[in-house]
């Protein structure tokens, strides 16, 4: 069974947080479950089910990504993060790491 790899686009083509580094955020490397258990959970809908198998396939056919981000630790704000459903494609696909950028870093980088 092929590996597959979170396909991470170049930050310059990003569709927002290519200036995470200047406003105090930090780019890490975690499970899809550790950016799941850091955000508000996600209902899964059958409009979120098409997501989610929309990024699969969009991944599985070359496709490129933005990094996963969480902006803060209010788990209850649905805008505390951007990516929940392509977290779910990836854990789905068997994606072991994915790209996660934090604000603030602190509470984050001392977790597992």
């Known amino acids: 069974m092929e590996t597959i790899s979170y396909p991470i686009d ?22 899809p479950d550790f950016f799941l258990r850091n955000t508000k959970p996600l209902a899964i809908d059958d409009d979120s089910r098409e997501n989610i198998e929309h990024l699969k396939d969009h991944i599985l056919d070359g496709g490129t990504l933005d990094p996963l981000t969480i902006y ?12 929940r459903h392509r977290a779910m494609a990836c854990k789905e696909l068997g994606i072991t790491k994915v790209p996660i950028i934090v604000f603030p870093e602190e509470p984050f980088t001392q977790l597992p």
């Not at 947080?17 to 780019?27: E, H, I, M």
């Open 72 to 83: 803060s630790m209010d788990k209850s704000n649905v805008r505390n993060s951007d990516g």
């Open 10 to 31: 170049d930050i310059n083509n990003w569709h927002a947080d290519a200036d995470y580094a200047q406003r105090g955020g930090k780019l890490i490397h975690r499970s």
